[in-house]
């Protein structure tokens, strides 16, 4: 009777044991201090804003975006997929962004076009880059350059 009681009690500092061990181990993140940051002072805490901004590759490196559209069935652009300009010159091919600096590749014929915010085309300066559409504003106007899907790709219905 004595050794059962003895093993007993051996058994109930053990569960306690490990018990206090567990418990301790789920507190031990918010007891010891966090490792010192590499950020300055002042510097917000977002990992997204403290990224090293970077610079867009050339673009040669996106020819195959525009090539072997992703979303169409056949991958080859048809003709006319992307929207022309209201005088039919500028095709806008696509548009990359990297944080908050964007590019957007316009077709002028043969001839493609890098061009980002600010910069100008011709006579034209581009005001705005978006998701979808290059707002192009110059002393007879505002144009707009969207981006529409190919003929083989069913519309979106909202």
Same mark, same amino acid.
């Given at each position: 009777?004595?050794?059962?009681?003895?093993? &007993?009690?051996?058994?109930?500092?053990?569960?306690?044991?490990?018990?206090? $061990?567990?418990? &301790?181990? &789920?507190?031990?993140?918010?007891?010891?201090?966090?490792?010192?940051?590499?950020?300055?002072?002042?510097?917000? @805490?977002?990992?997204?804003?403290?990224?090293?901004?970077?610079?867009?590759?050339?673009?040669?490196? $996106?020819?195959?975006? #525009?090539? !072997?559209?992703? $979303?169409?069935?056949? !991958? !080859?652009?048809?003709?006319?997929?992307? #929207?022309?300009?209201? +005088?039919?010159?500028?095709?806008?091919?696509?548009? #990359?962004?990297?944080?908050?600096?964007?590019?957007?590749?316009?077709? +002028?014929?043969? =001839? =493609?076009?890098?061009?980002?915010?600010?910069?100008?085309? +011709?006579?034209?300066? #581009? @005001?705005?880059?978006?998701?979808?559409?290059?707002?192009?504003?110059? @002393?007879?106007?505002?144009? &707009?350059?969207?981006?529409?899907?190919?003929?083989?790709?069913?519309? @979106?219905?909202?």
């Amino acid at each position: 009777m004595i050794g059962a009681a003895l093993s &007993a009690l051996r058994l109930n500092h053990a569960l306690g044991a490990a018990t206090i $061990f567990f418990i &301790a181990l &789920a507190i031990w993140p918010w007891l010891i201090p966090p490792a010192p940051s590499a950020l300055p002072a002042g510097a917000p @805490k977002s990992i997204a804003q403290t990224l090293p901004p970077t610079e867009l590759p050339p673009q040669a490196t $996106f020819s195959a975006i #525009v090539e !072997r559209p992703l $979303f169409t069935p056949s !991958r !080859r652009a048809a003709p006319g997929a992307a #929207v022309s300009s209201t +005088d039919g010159r500028y095709r806008l091919l696509g548009i #990359v962004g990297v944080g908050a600096q964007r590019k957007a590749f316009l077709a +002028d014929g043969a =001839r =493609r076009i890098e061009i980002g915010q600010g910069e100008t085309l +011709d006579s034209w300066t #581009v @005001k705005e880059i978006g998701q979808d559409h290059v707002l192009l504003t110059s @002393k007879s106007g505002e144009m &707009a350059l969207k981006l529409k899907p190919s003929a083989a790709e069913p519309p @979106k219905s909202q």
